[in-house]
């Protein structure tokens, strides 16, 4: 598993990391049951600490995209639900485009260009 993290980013890098592997979820290249590295392995590729792998886990599974079992690993889990807090972010978001003047037209172009790019990549 190929994750490239930019250091010089505001994201904190255990974050850059769980968005990563959500967008791999997302887009099919990671399915349910997958079996993720293990935190000591995350890390030594990503070349981070392991405290801030196993963070991206707990981050993880907090948000309901892995599973974590001592003995099996982290693998991941389907269906995740959507919580309140995500959609108040979208929200936040349409709120932005539309201040930036932006039109529901444009809006919806714009969504439709990146759902498109989402599910239709092979």
């Known amino acids: 598993m190929l994750?490239?993290?930019d250091l010089n980013a505001k994201t904190p890098i255990y974050r850059q990391i769980a968005d990563k592997i959500i967008a791999m979820i997302g887009n099919g290249d990671l399915k349910e049951g997958d079996k993720l590295p293990s935190v000591r392995n995350l890390a030594d590729?990503?070349?981070i600490?392991?405290?801030t792998a196993n963070k991206s886990y707990k981050i993880l599974?907090?948000?309901g995209f892995v599973d974590i079992q001592k003995r099996s690993g982290v693998?991941?889990?389907a269906n995740s639900q959507v919580k309140d807090e995500d959609l108040v972010d979208l929200r936040q978001i349409l709120l932005k485009l539309f201040a930036s003047g932006m039109n529901g037209d444009q809006i919806q172009e714009l969504v439709g260009k990146y759902l498109e790019e989402i599910c239709y990549t092979d």
């Open 3 to 5: 994750i490239e993290i």
């Open 45 to 47: 590729v990503c070349g």
């Open 49 to 51: 600490n392991p405290m």
């Open 61 to 63: 599974e907090e948000e």
């Open 75 to 77: 693998r991941v889990k």
